[in-house]
C-alpha cells in the first residue's frame, strides 16, 4: 500500500472550528428553532417597515371609516367583521378603524418596550450577577439578598400604582415617549435578578478556572479579570436567556395595556386592542383574534429560537 506523503497528510488536516461556527451548525439541524428565527427576524422588520406596509396594504391606525360600521349596531358591516382586500383583518367596532394596520403598528410598541426592557435588565443583571459570582462574601450575600427582594416585589401592583401616580408630563416626556419610558423601567429595572442569578451562578465556576487563575498570577485587577477574561464566556448564557426573557417582557406589557396603564389611546397597542375587544368579541371576534394571535406567534416564535438557541450553544447537548 503507498504511503500518503507529507503534502496528502496537510491537506487531510483536521481544521478547527469557532464557537460561532459550531453553534450555527447546530442551530441550521433544528428546524423549529430555525423557523421561530425566521419568524422574530420577519416581526421586527414589520415593526421597522410598518409605515410602508400599512400603506401599501392598509389604512393609517387612526383614521375613522363610519361607512363600514352599521350606524344601527355599531358593528363591522359584512361577514366576518368587514374583512374585505381593503380590509385584510376588518374593522373595529363603533368607529371602523383598520385593525391590520393598528396589528401592524401595535408591534412597534410591544417590541420596543419588550427590547428596551430586556437590555436593561441583561445590563443590571450581568453586572451585578458577575460581580456577586466573582467576589463571593459580603458582596456575594448583599447582592443575592438584594435579587431576593426584587424577586419577591409584587411587581404587577407597582406598575399599577406608579402609572397612576405619574402625570401626564414628567422627567422632560410627555405623552406616549413618558409611557414607553415608564414601562421600559417598570419591566427592566424589577426583572433584571432573574438572569442576574443565572450569571451569578456561571460566574461562581467560571472564578476557578484555570484561565482566571493564569490572569491573576500575572497582575491583572479585578476589573480586567471581570469584564476582559470572565463576560466573554458568558455572552452564550447572556443571549440565550435574553432571547427568552423578550417573550416575557411582550406579555407583560400586553398585560398592563390591557389593564388600561400602558400606553395610553389611541396609540395601537396589543394589548390595549385585547382590552377594547372584550365588549364586542362575541359579535365582532375578529377585533380580539388578530391581536391575540400576534402575541401569541411572536411569544411562540421568540420561545422556540431561544431554546434552539440554548440547544446550539450548549456544549453537552452535541
Known amino acids: 500500500m503507498p504511503r500518503m506523503s507529507g503534502q496528502a497528510h496537510a491537506g487531510t488536516a483536521i481544521q478547527g472550528r469557532s464557537l460561532r461556527q459550531i453553534a450555527w451548525g447546530g442551530l441550521k439541524r433544528d428546524k423549529v428553532a430555525l423557523g421561530g428565527g425566521v419568524a422574530v427576524v420577519t416581526l421586527m422588520l414589520v415593526a421597522i417597515f410598518a409605515p410602508v406596509i400599512v400603506a401599501a396594504l392598509g389604512h393609517p391606525p387612526l383614521e375613522f371609516h363610519y361607512d363600514k360600521v352599521d350606524p344601527d349596531l355599531q358593528v363591522p358591516r359584512g361577514p366576518f367583521g368587514g374583512i374585505s382586500p381593503d380590509f385584510l383583518f376588518g374593522a373595529e367596532p363603533v368607529n371602523g378603524r383598520d385593525v391590520f394596520s393598528r396589528v401592524v403598528y401595535g408591534s412597534r410598541i410591544s417590541l420596543l418596550i419588550a427590547f428596551l426592557a430586556t437590555m436593561l435588565s441583561v445590563l443590571l443583571g450581568t453586572v451585578l450577577g458577575v460581580v456577586a459570582g466573582y467576589f463571593g462574601g459580603w458582596v456575594d450575600t448583599l447582592i443575592s439578598r438584594t435579587m431576593d427582594v426584587f424577586l ?7 406598575a399599577i400604582a406608579l402609572a397612576g401616580v405619574v402625570p401626564d408630563r414628567a422627567f422632560g416626556l410627555a405623552g406616549d415617549t413618558l409611557r414607553i419610558a415608564l ?17 451569578r451562578g456561571q460566574a461562581l465556576s467560571l472564578r476557578e478556572r484555570e484561565f482566571v487563575d493564569a490572569a491573576r498570577s500575572l497582575g491583572a485587577g479585578s476589573p480586567r479579570i471581570l469584564f476582559i477574561e470572565m463576560l466573554p464566556n458568558l455572552a452564550a448564557p447572556i443571549l440565550v ?8 417582557n411582550i406579555l407583560f406589557e400586553a398585560a398592563l395595556s390591557f389593564l388600561g396603564v400602558g400606553v395610553r389611546p389611541p396609540t395601537p397597542t396589543w394589548g390595549g386592542m385585547l382590552s377594547d375587544a372584550t365588549h364586542w368579541f362575541q359579535i365582532a371576534p375578529n377585533f380580539m383574534l388578530f391581536p391575540g394571535l400576534a402575541i401569541f406567534v ?10 434552539g438557541l440554548r440547544d446550539a450553544l450548549d456544549p453537552r447537548s452535541r
Open 183 to 199: 414601562m421600559v423601567f417598570i419591566i427592566g429595572f424589577f426583572n433584571w435578578p432573574y438572569i442576574g442569578r443565572i450569571i
Open 298 to 307: 411572536t411569544v411562540l416564535a421568540f420561545n422556540l429560537f431561544g431554546d
Open 241 to 248: 436567556y435574553s432571547t427568552l426573557l423578550i417573550p416575557t
Open 152 to 158: 419577591a416585589f409584587p411587581l404587577l401592583l407597582f
